[in-house]
Each structure stands twice: as structure tokens, then as C-alpha cells.
């Protein structure tokens, strides 16, 4: 009996220190609710007070700053694919949906077939990249001097927003310049074999693009130097080639002059030493326009970088 009176007492004691505990935590729980309510409403005032924006902007450039009730548009130019009025290059290489071999591919036909008609479709390629939306006519282009034709297009070329295609973001523009790049490189390199040496695609191309370059429209600048930039890269490679090319001719003409007169293909000396020659012609000629892009281009664009 002493036992059970024990244990009974016992169990009371801890009936009273668990209610004890609820009690306290009910308590706690309604105390801290109280502390909740208190602060979210301090905080949604808050936030009426304030006068945020609808949707926060993103990094980039800063907003043009228009006064309350202005209907007024960020002026700009839109980049809009047409092609009835961009032209065929820049349209399918902004768009890049065509492999950018057969593009080029296509344009060295079109080129072999009327070389002006081809060359006049290439200026207006890079006259568009640049974001400038003139079209140069084949009038002026086959009457005009390229500098008096890059001088109108930059008198009415407007640049208030300061968006061109290689500097533009999104979508539609996100692989336009590793296009306008690898485009560059592959015309001067896929020309190494057929047309780069005729004196005319080359020597008109560059004549227009350090035209660009001169500019004061950095739109202009910026493209055409990188463009020129990308012709260099383009003629290292050739020029590289040619190079290779030369030695091993020159190997194998000292190979037939050691040979006996009797050993000795016919007119095969005669041959490999024409072609030796035409070899390093064209390594001068590659020389000669590297060197001119150089002095006409690069070294008065220090001032682009201060």
C-alpha cells in the first residue's frame, strides 16, 4: 500500500510539471505570434510607403529618364530581318540557319559570275552590320569614290542608342559575331585558291573597310576594324600556306637540277621554276596588304582604347 501511494504521488507531481510546461508553451507560442503580426505590419507599411517599380531592370545600359505621363519611346534602331531590304548575306547570317560554308560557297559563284554585282552584295553586307540600314546603290558604287558614298552614309547615319549588331544582346543576335567573324576568316582563306590575287575582291573590299574604320560613327569603326582585324587573320593563314607551299617547290626544284639532262622531265624545271615564282608573288602581294591594313587601320585606333 506505501508503494502505490507512492507511485500515485509521484504521477501527480508530473501531471502538474506537464501542464505546467504546456501552460508556459502556449504562452511562448501566443507571445511570439503577437511578435509576427507586429513586425509583418510594420513591414507591409513599409513597403506601401515606398514606391518601388512594377519589374526590376536588368544589368546593361542605363534608362533614358522620360517624366511622368510622357508617351515618349526610347528612340533606337531595330534590328529587323528582312530580306527584301537587309540583303541576302547579312539576313542569312543574322539569322544562322545556313551553314556558313555554303553561304560562302554560294557568294564565290555568284562572285565568278559577275564580279561587281558580287562584290556590290558584300559592301552592303558589312554597311548593314555595321547597323546602318542605307542601302549603297550600284550607281554610286560603280560611279562613286568609296570615301564620298562611306561620308553620306555617315552623315545620315543616326546613333542614339548606340545599339549595332555586334554589340546588341538577345536572342536574335546572340551568334552574330562569331558568324561575322568565322565569315571573315573563311572569305579570305576559301579565296586563297580562286580570287584573292585577281586585284579587284581584295583590294576594293579593303579600300571600303579602311574607309569605315575612319569614321567618326564608332558603329563604323568598331565593325570594320574588326573586320579588317579578321582579314589579317585570314591572310596569315594563306600567307602560311604559300610559305610551305614555296619551300616544298623549291625543294623539288633542287631535286631536278642535281638530276642528270638525261633524267630530267621535260620541261618540268622549266615548270616547278614558273611556279615558284607565281608563289612568291603572291606571298608579296600577302605581305603588301598586311602591311597596309597595318598603317591604314591599327595604328590610328589607340584612341578608341583611352
Given at each position: 500500500n506505501l508503494k502505490m501511494e507512492n507511485t500515485e504521488t509521484e504521477a501527480m507531481e508530473t501531471s502538474n510539471e506537464t501542464e505546467a510546461e504546456v501552460t508556459l508553451t502556449d504562452t511562448t507560442v501566443t507571445s511570439l505570434d503577437q511578435t509576427i503580426t507586429a513586425d509583418t505590419s510594420g513591414i507591409e507599411e513599409k513597403s506601401m510607403e515606398k514606391q518601388t517599380p512594377a519589374k526590376s531592370r536588368k544589368r546593361g545600359r542605363p534608362q533614358t529618364s522620360v517624366a511622368a505621363g510622357s508617351t515618349q519611346k526610347k528612340k533606337?534602331?531595330?534590328?529587323?530581318?528582312?530580306?527584301?531590304?537587309?540583303?541576302?548575306?547579312?539576313?542569312?547570317?543574322?539569322?544562322?540557319?545556313?551553314?556558313?560554308?555554303?553561304?560562302?560557297?554560294d557568294w564565290l559563284s555568284r562572285y565568278q559570275c559577275n564580279p561587281e554585282e558580287a562584290m556590290l552584295e558584300l559592301i552592303q553586307y558589312f554597311v548593314r552590320c555595321c547597323g546602318c540600314n542605307a542601302v549603297v546603290s550600284q550607281k554610286d558604287f560603280q560611279t562613286q569614290e568609296a570615301s564620298t558614298v562611306i561620308r553620306a552614309?555617315?552623315?545620315?547615319?543616326?546613333?542614339?542608342?548606340?545599339?549595332?549588331?555586334?554589340v546588341m544582346t538577345g536572342p536574335q543576335h546572340k551568334k552574330f559575331k562569331s558568324n561575322f567573324i568565322e565569315f571573315v576568316e573563311r572569305l579570305i582563306s576559301e579565296s586563297g585558291e580562286t580570287i584573292l590575287y585577281d586585284e579587284y575582291m581584295l583590294d576594293t573590299l579593303v579600300m571600303w573597310l579602311v574607309g569605315l574604320s575612319d569614321s567618326r560613327v564608332r558603329a563604323f569603326r568598331h565593325t570594320s576594324t574588326l573586320a579588317c582585324l579578321k582579314i589579317v587573320t585570314g591572310l596569315i593563314r594563306v600567307a602560311s600556306s604559300v610559305n610551305a607551299e614555296i619551300d616544298n617547290t623549291q625543294r623539288q626544284c633542287e631535286t631536278e637540277r642535281r638530276r642528270s639532262a638525261s633524267r630530267r622531265a621535260t620541261g618540268k624545271l622549266e615548270k616547278l621554276e614558273t611556279k615558284l615564282q607565281e608563289l612568291q608573288q603572291q606571298l608579296t602581294e600577302l605581305q603588301e596588304m598586311m602591311n597596309t591594313l597595318f598603317s591604314s587601320v591599327f595604328v590610328h585606333r589607340y584612341r578608341d582604347t583611352r
Open positions: 533606337g534602331r531595330k534590328s529587323v530581318v528582312s530580306k527584301n531590304n537587309d540583303g541576302i548575306l547579312f539576313t542569312i547570317i543574322l539569322e544562322g540557319k545556313s551553314a556558313l560554308q555554303s553561304v560562302l560557297s552614309l555617315t552623315e545620315n547615319f543616326a546613333e542614339e542608342s548606340g545599339d549595332y549588331p555586334l
